[in-house]
């Protein structure tokens, strides 16, 4: 008995799992599905191996990804059937297999469906999504309807096409002949206009009374759009404000973030600036000090220079007194000598 299996190995591209075989195969070849990733083709081999000697046993795989089913030839068609009637519902590597006598792919019920390609899918999509939104459009249903009409403000109209330099004061100026609660331009983040707003009357004759009697008011040359306004486009609005006040908060935060840090470094700095003032005060300080040491040790030095210069003029002065009186008196001496001497020859005569 030949045996032809095709089966995806792990070289192959992904595609469907084809089996081809003669049709007498199948009698002794069982199916087994429901098996655990961690099943191995050995360990099913050793399961099913007491039901009778098996020929061979696949592992269906679709490139290294194991699909949860295989097929096992048994040599007699017998052992196929008992293990059919033996392993099915029996629990294999923590999970309950399912396993039945394989049959040929015609007599299998067909489950596949034509496929339909992608863009296809999306034009069918699209043309009942159209004939949904044209029938709906078309009859609108109660809910809907009710829906539309809760939703529908009672004092408040939606104000377009807005000349982007308009402010809540032009907007109040163009409604001034009513009775206006409140105006509201919508803005971007940097304050910038968005070319739409709101206007809050004090009640509903007023706001349907506007409605009627501006339709074709026109702002810095521009026509302006009016109809009523839905809470629900309030409410984004709503969310829209809150977020943008939500991120002036933040940048608000932000900016008082930045200036205590500022702050700080200003007041660092001062600090800085103050400490090296003082310690340049110290230096001018110590410099004064070693300035008056050295004016101190230069005055004594001259000091003591002055007392030894007069210390040394005296001993001159000294020294030349008594060379004086020396000299004097040698001259005394000499001149008492000659007159002895005189008179010594006086006597003689």
Partial sequence: MTTTVATLSDTQPTAPVRLVMNEQSFENRVFVGNLSFKTTKESLTAFAEKSGK???????????????YGFIT????????????????KELDGREI?????????????????????????RRVKKVNKAKKEENSASPNTTQTEKLDRDRSKTTIFVANLPFTTKEEDLKELFKDY???????????????????FVEFENDKEQKK????????????????????YSRQERNENKEKAKEKK???????????????????????????????????????IVKEEAKVIKEEKKEAKEIKDTKNDKDVKEVKDTKDIKEIKDKKESTSVKEADNKAKEEKVDTK
């Fill in 54 to 68: 098996i020929l061979e046993t696949i592992i269906i795989k679709r490139r290294r990804r194991h699909l949860g």
């Fill in 74 to 89: 048994f040599e007699k068609e017998e052992e196929a059937k008992r293990a059919a009637k033996d392993l099915n519902k």
């Fill in 98 to 122: 399912n396993v039945e006598v394989a049959r040929p792919k015609s007599e299998l019920p067909s489950k596949r469906t034509p496929k339909v390609s992608s863009s296809r899918r999306k």
């Fill in 179 to 197: 009775k206006v609660a409140s105006v509201y331009v919508v803005r971007m983040r940097k304050g910038r206009s968005r070319g739409y707003g």
């Fill in 210 to 229: 506007a409605i009627e009697n501006m339709k074709d008011v026109t702002l810095e040359g521009r026509s302006v759009y009016l109809k009523v306004a």
């Fill in 247 to 285: 991120e002036e908060l933040q940048e608000d935060k932000a900016k008082e973030e930045e200036k205590k840090e500022v702050k700080v470094i200003k007041e660092e700095k001062k600090d800085e600036v103050k400490i090296v003032k003082e310690e340049k005060k110290e230096e001018v300080k």
